[in-house]
């Protein structure tokens, strides 16, 4: 354990234990996804590499994302903030006034068609270009809610402050990506979590923001009965069957909404503690829907059992660790708003998936972070990871590490730049702090009354000089 402390203690601790972990997972992701797809993508187009080439290219354009993150200095992400939410929200417009306004081919595929510009559910199709808006939504909530919050600092203790704007354009987002995919709410939801909860907001907002949540998952679930979103007018409502098949499992899941998480659960028990070897599950065989995709940690449990199971959920367990040390250790209020939203997100979508394969949580279509088949995801999962890895350099004690040893020029130039060594200060950190600081800074006691002396301590300077000097003689 000393060594363990002794290992966290170092400088770039948060740096390389972010890197490592996320690198790992990439690396079992790419693997997993070749295993999953191999047989189907050799059964329909006689090459087994299809599905991983695809993946491969989109993890180097997410490695080239993490490059260019990882080298910005916050000012430019909160610079950013609010070009890639318009974007986000205008490709999502795009995306549901297709779906709405240009329906294509049959009604219960939901697509929409509009010249070359093709939708359908949760992608946009331009030529080969596929595009899915939700994932950048997240980032994009990001980005703008912890400048829009470290911006309001301690006005955040009044109601009025923080419902405006944060709220209405949540509620924008929640709809326009709730419409057609409740999981990926559900990560906005986290998101904002993250971002109040590191701001130190009060109990009483998460507990209406609950309320209000379970108001709008009430009213998505209806949708989906009138054809809503996802939903097929005149078929039953898939997102209630998912609840109900949840809490009341039914006699014959075999041919019910529960057929999906039962061949979850039967490779899961196939794979036992040490699973049947890379490469020779039996649940992709077109028994398991969606093994490449959403139910993708079923497929790691059978081929890798329990003990491939505990490395992956290890390996989340790290990159959390990291996302929350870099949000407590970083001086500015942005970055540690930024790191904690960041980290929330990914590590309650990996909850939720992993949940929803082992039958602990409800199903609800959610993609395995790093581990899924999916393009936008993974690019917008590492540009991510590139920012908390801007972050954890710019670390105080990072900071002064890289400066006072600094790389060869050329390995900062390919790399990442010198990040700014800090103040010291820590502004903006709460609307608690901030309004202690006022406080103090008035010379007022916490009861409203100022001291006699005008705010000075008692004893004065001297006094503090006397401090300091017995403080070194017991050194």
Not at 16 to 22: D, E, I, K
Not at 110 to 121: F, H, I, Q, R, V
């Given at each position: 354990m000393a060594a363990l402390r002794g290992l966290l203690d170092?400088?770039?601790?948060?740096?390389?234990?972010?890197?490592?972990?996320?690198?790992l997972l990439l690396v079992i992701g790419l693997t997993m996804v070749f295993s999953a797809t191999s047989v189907t993508e050799y059964a329909e187009g006689g090459n087994a590499f299809g599905a991983l080439t695809k993946q491969a290219v989109f993890a180097v354009i997410g490695l080239v994302a993490f490059w260019a993150c990882q080298r910005l200095p916050a000012r430019t992400f909160r610079a950013l903030g609010r070009p890639v939410l318009a974007l986000a929200v205008g490709l999502l417009?795009?995306?549901?006034?297709?779906?709405?306004?240009?329906?294509?081919?049959?009604?219960?595929?939901?697509?929409?068609?509009?010249?070359?510009?093709?939708?359908?559910?949760?992608?946009?199709?331009l030529g080969p270009v596929q595009v899915q808006p939700s994932e950048l939504a997240k980032f994009a909530l990001v980005l703008w809610g912890a400048d829009l919050i470290a911006r309001k600092g301690a006005a955040l203790g009044y109601w009025r402050e923080l419902a405006l704007p944060l709220f209405p354009v949540v509620g924008l987002l929640f709809l326009l990506v709730g419409y057609n995919d409740l999981g990926t709410m559900l990560c906005l939801l986290a998101v904002v979590v993250g971002l109040l909860w590191a701001a130190g907001v009060r109990m009483r907002v998460f507990a209406a923001l609950s309320m209000l949540g379970l108001a709008g998952v009430g009213l998505l679930v209806a949708a989906a009965s009138g054809g809503g979103g996802s939903g097929t007018a005149g078929a039953d409502n898939y997102r209630l069957l998912r609840l109900t098949s949840f809490l009341n499992p039914p006699e014959n899941c075999a041919e019910d909404a529960c057929y999906q998480a039962r061949e979850a659960l039967l490779a899961i028990d196939h794979g036992g503690w040490f699973g049947v070897g890379l490469g020779r599950g039996t649940g992709k065989w077109n028994w398991l829907p969606m093994a490449h995709n959403d139910f993708i940690f079923a497929v790691v449990a059978e081929e890798l059992g329990v003990v491939g199971c505990a490395v992956v959920l290890a390996l989340f367990a790290v990159l959390t660790y990291s996302g929350l040390r870099i949000a407590r250790r970083v001086d500015d209020p942005f970055r540690r708003l930024a790191a904690a939203a960041a980290t929330t997100w990914l590590v309650t979508q990996a909850i939720i998936n992993v949940g929803g394969v082992t039958g602990m949580l409800p199903i609800t279509g959610l993609p395995l972070p790093f581990i899924s088949d999916g393009g936008s995801a993974l690019v917008v999962t590492l540009a991510a990871i590139g920012m908390l890895a801007s972050f954890a350099r710019a670390e105080p004690d990072a900071a002064r590490a890289l400066n006072a040893r600094p790389p060869a020029r050329w390995v900062r130039l390919v790399w990442a730049p010198l990040p700014p060594l800090s103040t010291g200060r820590r502004t903006g950190s709460s609307p608690g702090a901030a309004a202690r600081d006022a406080e103090s800074r008035s010379g007022k006691r916490r009861d409203g009354q100022a001291r006699p002396d005008g705010g000075r301590a008692p004893g004065g300077r001297a006094a503090r000089e006397r401090a300091g000097s017995a403080n070194e003689r017991r050194r």
């Open positions: 170092r400088p770039l601790a948060s740096y390389y234990l972010l890197l490592s972990s996320a690198g417009l795009v995306l549901n006034g297709l779906l709405l306004l240009f329906p294509y081919g049959n009604p219960e595929d939901k697509e929409g068609k509009l010249g070359p510009l093709m939708a359908s559910l949760n992608w946009l199709h």
